[in-house]
């Protein structure tokens, strides 16, 4: 595991977008293609803007979210909603989504289809993690009902969640596919998310602290 302070939240957003992107680059100059994986939730939009002004191309790169809530898109809470208006704009317009919802009344109903585009783009050339002050990434949240399945090795590669935490039910990238990644990178910012990530590594058990699961090997970029 890899700490980076940078010295505000916009040298953070711009510093990561440009490591990403570099990363991309790299990927699909290999092997013709690349699949990124990002958060949703209030931190990531400024690193979206940023990357969807990047020259890449992006016709060759899938882009999926770690975790949906299970909402429309029309709701204020949709990751996916986010994704579209930050990220695929301008230059990165020309990416595919992989969906993470689609409409139905739980994820349990359209797992398998929204699983099966994914599992053809395995590994994730990059994955962008976040955390919440509670510890959790993507959706394994502490507490939740499938937590010990999300960290099986033979984890399959999207759950559904639901947890105390969580107001509505959530479909999330497993364990497995996460640590799987050829880079990964963690993104907090502010002090009570900075206490949270080192009351996680005192804990260290991922059970309780389900960030824990994701750390080894990853880079955490933190700005206050
Ligand atoms: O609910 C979620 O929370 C986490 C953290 O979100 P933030 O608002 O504290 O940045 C996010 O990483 C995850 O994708 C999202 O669904």
């Avoid at 479909?171 to 910012?189: C, F, N, P, W």
Wanted: glycine content about 6%; aromatic content about 4%.
């Amino acid at each position: 595991m890899k700490f980076v302070e940078y010295s505000s939240r916009e040298a953070l957003m711009t510093g990561l977008a440009s490591h990403i992107a570099q990363e991309l680059t790299a990927e699909i100059a290999e092997t013709g293609s690349a699949a990124l994986a990002v958060p949703g939730g209030s931190t990531p939009g400024p690193i979206f803007d940023a990357l969807s002004q990047v020259d890449l191309p992006w016709e060759k790169v899938s882009v999926l979210l770690g975790d949906e809530r299970w909402v429309p898109e029309t709701s204020e809470r949709s990751n996916t909603a986010l994704l579209r208006r930050r990220l695929l704009q301008n230059k990165a317009a020309r990416a595919t989504l992989l969906p993470l919802y689609a409409p139905a009344d739980r994820p349990e109903d359209r797992l398998n289809e929204l699983s099966q585009a994914i599992e053809n783009v395995l590994p994730l050339s990059v994955c962008v993690m976040g955390m919440g002050a509670d510890m959790h990434t993507v959706s394994i949240f502490p507490e939740a009902d499938l937590l010990a399945e999300a960290f099986a090795a033979d984890a399959p590669v999207l759950l559904p969640m639901r947890a105390p935490g969580a107001p509505e039910p959530r479909i999330t990238l497993t364990a497995r596919v996460l640590a799987g990644s050829k880079h990964r990178h963690i993104l907090i910012t502010g002090a009570e998310k900075r206490a949270a990530l080192e009351r996680a590594i005192l804990i260290n058990d991922p059970m309780k602290a389900p960030i824990c699961a994701v750390l080894s090997g990853a880079t955490i970029h933190w700005a206050d």
